[in-house]
């Protein structure tokens, strides 16, 4: 799919850029404000100044009639939005709660997104503990215009992917072509203070490192290896912000070992038809925003899953320089993949068929 672009007066359109992986920044008293009464006094409580978190930096994040301005600046014409306090709300462990934050942030992102509707594109987020409410709210999302839903990397372990716990939520997904994605730093292991805490060197780089891509490898194999793609063959899981250099020695291993030569070690219980590496052809798509090592890989591996994104309004963004910063790490990329990176790929995931030019 290559997305159609409505340029200005007959003007030649500038390449258009999707971001795949953009944040809001939710006010914080939305949830205080928004909440039934019966939950308000255990809302989430956030501190709203700038000066004290970084990921508060850019009006846009709030405000987005700044942020078409802010875009513009950087030459993005469209963006898939993310959370940035919600994120860390997937670590609530009473779901009537959780349930209740998703609901507020979500009608919070769609008035949000009203204001530019044909260039955001808001990503709702499901409370997963119960397959039930999870699915009227995948549900009511579709209604309201949702190009695709969130749910937690990283479940407690009751509810592994590799159960059949989510299945009802891969169905709903599958039936209303919603693609599902699985965002970094969102699950039990991530409470609300983690990333504020005082760490050590080597804590701090286990974390942004280590374990970021550790949750995400254990998340793809318990998808894949049990079976759900099989049992669900139109189903779209993206994931996000992890980068992607990574993912051609994790998928070549991980068809080794579930190969023919290790089957009779695996035992009976081995359903998944394809080898790891058709699935992740078919239904499996990453983002990246700043991974270099990544250009020398993209034609041979990433070309039709992998998203290009900015990460913006968040500190590690590559706003305002996004052009640069893509000229430079895509620059033995040939045209046509390049196309599908930086746009059509997005555009095809989650079905955007025209995004008007910048101004």
Same mark, same amino acid.
């Given at each position: 799919?290559?997305?159609?672009i ?10 258009v850029l999707?971001?795949?992986?953009s944040?809001?920044?939710e006010?914080g ?5 928004r909440l039934p009464a ?9 501190a709203?100044e700038?000066?004290?978190n970084?990921f508060?930096?850019h009006d846009?994040?709030r405000?987005p ?5 802010e875009?513009?600046?950087?030459g993005v014409?469209a963006e ?8 860390d709300?997937f ?6 709660l ?5 609901r507020?942030?979500?009608d919070?992102l769609?008035?949000?997104?009203s204001v530019?509707?044909e260039?955001?594109?808001?990503i ?10 999870a699915?009227k709210?995948i549900?009511?999302?579709k209604?309201a215009g949702a190009r695709?839903?969130?749910i937690?990397q990283t ?7 590799a ?12 039936a209303?072509e919603l ?6 730093l969102?699950?039990?292991p991530?409470p ?7 760490r050590?060197?080597t804590e701090f780089?286990n974390?942004?490192v280590?374990d970021?891509?550790?949750?995400c ?12 793609l099989?049992?669900f063959?139109r189903?779209k899981?993206?994931l ?12 070549t291993?991980l ?5 023919r030569?290790?089957?009779a070690k695996?035992g009976?219980e081995y359903? *998944?038809? #394809?080898r ?8 499996v798509? !990453?983002?990246f925003f700043? /991974?270099?090592? $990544?250009?020398?890989l993209m034609?041979?591996w990433?070309?039709d ?10 500190p590690?963004?590559?706003?305002p320089k996004?052009?640069? *910063?893509i #000229?430079r790490?895509l620059s033995?990329v040939s045209?046509g993949v390049? !196309?599908?990176?930086?746009r /059509?790929?997005? $555009?095809?995931?989650?079905?955007l068929?025209?995004?008007p030019a910048?101004?």
């Amino acid at each position: 799919m290559s997305v159609g672009i409505k340029s200005e007066g007959g003007n030649p359109a500038p390449e258009v850029l999707l971001s795949s992986d953009s944040h809001v920044m939710e006010s914080g008293d939305i949830w205080l404000k928004r909440l039934p009464a019966s939950l308000r006094e255990r809302a989430p409580r956030y501190a709203d100044e700038p000066e004290k978190n970084a990921f508060a930096q850019h009006d846009g994040g709030r405000d987005p009639a700044m942020r078409v301005q802010e875009m513009a600046a950087d030459g993005v014409s469209a963006e898939v939005l993310y959370p940035t306090r919600a994120l860390d709300q997937f670590a609530i462990e009473d779901p009537v709660l959780q349930e209740a934050c998703f609901r507020v942030y979500n009608d919070w992102l769609q008035e949000y997104c009203s204001v530019a509707p044909e260039r955001l594109f808001g990503i709702p987020c499901i409370e997963a503990y119960r397959a039930g409410p999870a699915v009227k709210e995948i549900e009511r999302a579709k209604r309201a215009g949702a190009r695709g839903i969130m749910i937690w990397q990283t479940p407690p372990a009751e509810h592994s992917f590799a159960t059949r716990h989510h299945d009802p939520i891969w169905e709903a997904a599958q039936a209303l072509e919603l693609p599902v994605s699985l965002h970094i730093l969102c699950g039990t292991p991530f409470p609300s203070d983690f990333l504020h805490r005082k760490r050590t060197a080597t804590e701090f780089a286990n974390l942004a490192v280590t374990d970021k891509l550790a949750y995400c490898m254990k998340a793809l194999v318990d998808i894949i290896v049990s079976g759900v793609l099989d049992r669900f063959p139109r189903l779209k899981v993206v994931l996000v912000e992890n980068e992607v250099s990574w993912l051609p020695f994790f998928i070549t291993q991980l068809d080794k070992y579930t190969g023919r030569k290790y089957r009779a070690k695996i035992g009976p219980e081995y359903q *998944i038809e #394809r080898r790891p590496s058709e699935y992740f052809g078919r239904n499996v798509f !990453a983002t990246f925003f700043n /991974d270099q090592p $990544a250009g020398a890989l993209m034609e041979s591996w990433g070309a039709d899953t992998w998203m290009w994104s900015n990460d913006f309004p968040h500190p590690n963004s590559t706003w305002p320089k996004s052009r640069e *910063i893509i #000229r430079r790490h895509l620059s033995g990329v040939s045209e046509g993949v390049r !196309a599908k990176l930086v746009r /059509d790929n997005c $555009a095809r995931v989650y079905n955007l068929e025209t995004i008007p030019a910048l101004a």
